[in-house]
Nanobody, 123 residues
Framework: QVQLVESGGGLVQAGGSLRLSCAASGTFISINTMAWYCQAPGKQRELVGRIGSSGGTNYADSVKGRFTISRDNAKNTVYLQMNSLEPEDTAVYYC?????????????????WGQGTQVTVSS
């Protein structure tokens, strides 16, 4: 099994910064895409940013220029640096990963989610 454990959420004033971390643990061959999603109250979960195994990234338009996603493959960890935070960024942030694992049927990819971490931005 694979677990994703997030940390770094909290309460911050508008204009402030937070850094989220998500560490993957368990038995797997490699991690492909890693990403951060967010879900605000009453809204659907939506993509914030994703990063491929070679470092290519893409972001939601709402966070471009403010948020940066990065990863440390040696630590199986993905980060989200959030700057210039706005009250509209308030949400639960979830880590997501596509992981390659060995199974009796061969190598297969699986999707995993973290438990979520609350980010609250006050005005």
């Amino acid at each position: 099994q694979v677990q994703l454990v997030e940390s770094g959420g909290g309460l911050v004033q508008a204009g402030g910064s937070l850094r989220l971390s998500c560490a993957a643990s368990g038995t797997f061959i490699s991690i492909n895409t890693m990403a951060w999603y967010c879900q605000a109250p009453g809204k659907q979960r939506e993509l914030v940013g994703r990063i491929g195994s070679s470092g290519g990234t893409n972001y939601a338009d709402s966070v471009k220029g403010r948020f940066t996603i990065s990863r440390d493959n040696a630590k199986n960890t993905v980060y989200l640096q959030m700057n210039s935070l706005e009250p509209e960024d308030t949400a639960v942030y979830y880590c997501y990963a596509i992981v390659l694992r060995s199974t009796p049927a061969g190598e297969k990819t699986f999707q995993y989610w973290g438990q979520g971490t609350q980010v609250t931005v006050s005005s």
